[in-house]
């Protein structure tokens, strides 16, 4: 392991965190609010610290395997230990380990939340809040990827480690092209999103505020009753469609404004992400309709959008879900595992993968009639390497095997099992709220200190994709190389 390469590029994401905290700083001075020096403070601490392990120096000029791994999981633990500090120097939370909690929570676009009343909290700390979905959902060390040629660093090995899904590969040739490219459809969406809200009657501050929740998929909201409190249909499927949106392959969108519409609708992995969309929305809505509602209209709007908000990870909610039929709240759990598409905001377990372990299965059944047979797994007509598909397997065994574990730690806190299981469920596929005491109108506050702090731990494994957190845990990749 190079730690003085390691250091420099952290030093480098720590000064991007203190430059994109000066937003909600100038937003803490015009609201002469108490987090104007908290802010300050953090701002200059972070800057200074970053600065200094930017003069460290590097023996080299290229990032290795285990370096790439070690600056994703720091840079991202990094982040959020300096982004927590506003949050507990202003008094919005009563212990650091909650304001830790609050901040994992926005980076990783989880949008589980400690905090009671939200509607009184200080402007500046609201912005920050939910502008780390915003800057989480893509990816920080993305944004700072296209500033890392400058430093004579290459960085395919960070943005390997951090993109979300089984395969990570270039829009363009020059890793700095594809970061820019990545952000342009980024910021396009995000503003297309803070126009139409905007337009349906929206406040500025509280359409960035939603479009940041909505676009990195993260749902933190300024008001207590999240998008509940808004009255608008249109506001409704404004959000519920970004939020479809967001969580489809970012790559997609590039081959469509580029004029290859046709790359959207033939890919399959976003065939399969609508189908799933569709009939979990219907199927709710039809349940909802003959058992509670009895209105079809409010069933499908609804429905639609708590599919949306749940199959992309995003968290928001215009209904107490918690109080729906048994069938309805089954199958919102089932999709809190599903997960958005790979290459998206979205977190869970992706489509992609579903998608293999289901040509999987129908390989297994298909040489039960012809064991000979050589059937490669393929997606869009390209095969799927075996190194692909026996990650794919050892990810979903992996993920199961911590939801299993943790859930039994979680329930020492001697809360229901659908309780625990939901919390796990909801912070490793970062989405947010759970089910009963972890529901839409509740949050996580009544957890003791140990399991936020395993709960955040969660939420980072499952934003990092489990296996970049575990490969740096082992000691064997602590070694310093000379």
Do not use: C
């Not at 994992?104 to 920050?128: H, N, R, Y």
């Not at 480690?161 to 490219?181: N, Q, V």
């Not at 969108?253 to 799933?276: A, H, N, P, Q, V």
Request: overall charge positive.
């Amino acid at each position: 392991m190079n730690y003085g390469i390691v250091t420099r590029v952290l030093g480098s994401l720590l000064i991007v965190e203190a430059v994109l905290m000066l937003p909600s700083y100038l937003i803490a001075v015009s609201s002469q609010g108490p987090d104007r020096m908290p802010f300050l403070i953090t701002i200059l601490l972070t800057a200074i610290i970053g600065g200094l392990m930017t003069r460290r120096k590097t023996g080299q000029s290229s990032i290795g395997a285990k370096e790439g791994l070690a600056i994703v999981a720091l840079g991202w633990l990094f982040a959020s230990i300096m982004g927590a500090l506003p949050l507990h120097l202003t008094g919005v939370t009563n212990n650091y380990i909650d304001a830790f909690f609050e901040i994992v929570s926005g980076f990783t676009t989880t949008g589980a939340t400690i905090l009671k009343e939200i509607e009184g909290l200080p402007q500046g700390i609201l912005f920050w809040r939910s502008f780390t979905h915003w800057i989480g959902g893509m990816g920080i060390l993305v944004f700072t990827l296209a500033l890392m040629p400058a430093l004579g660093i290459g960085g395919f090995q960070i943005f390997k480690a951090e993109s979300p899904g089984p395969m990570a590969g270039k829009i363009a040739p020059r890793l700095r092209d594809t970061a820019k490219i990545l952000y342009i459809t980024y910021v396009t969406i995000t503003l297309a999103e803070v126009l139409l809200l905007s337009i349906g009657g929206m406040g500025v501050y509280e359409s960035f505020i939603h479009t940041f929740g909505t676009v990195g998929t993260g749902g933190f909201s300024n008001r207590n009753g999240s998008i509940a409190d808004f009255d608008s249909t249109y506001i409704h499927m404004v959000i519920a469609f970004f939020m479809v949106a967001s969580g489809v392959n970012f790559s997609l969108y590039y081959s469509f404004f580029r004029g290859k519409s046709t790359d959207l609708f033939k890919d399959e992995e976003f065939r399969l992400y609508i189908k799933i969309i569709v009939i979990a929305t219907l199927a709710i809505a039809i349940d909802l309709w003959v058992v509670s509602y009895h209105n079809v209209g409010f069933s499908l709007r609804d429905s639609f959008f708590q599919v949306a908000s749940i199959i992309t990870t995003t968290g928001y909610s215009t209904a107490d879900f918690d109080l729906w039929p048994t069938f309805s709240k089954g199958i919102l759990l089932i999709l809190m595992f599903v997960g958005a598409s790979a290459g998206s905001t979205g977190g869970g377990m992706k489509i992609i993968r579903i998608l293999v372990m289901m040509k999987l299965v129908k390989r297994e059944v298909g040489k039960l009639y012809h064991p000979r047979a050589v059937i490669p797994i393929k997606i869009n007509n390209k095969v799927i390497p075996s190194e692909t598909v026996a990650r794919i397997n050892s990810f979903l065994a992996l993920y199961l095997l911590l939801f299993l574990f943790s859930t039994l730690l979680v329930s020492l806190e001697q809360v229901d099992l659908l309780t625990a299981g939901s919390a796990v469920a909801a912070t490793l596929g970062n989405i947010g709220p759970g089910l009963e005491l972890v529901g839409p109108v509740q949050n996580y506050a009544f957890f003791s200190w140990p399991t936020k702090l395993l709960l955040s731990f969660l939420m980072l494994l499952g934003r990092l994709e489990l296996f970049t957190i575990i490969a740096l845990i082992a000691p064997k990749n602590w070694r310093i190389d000379v």
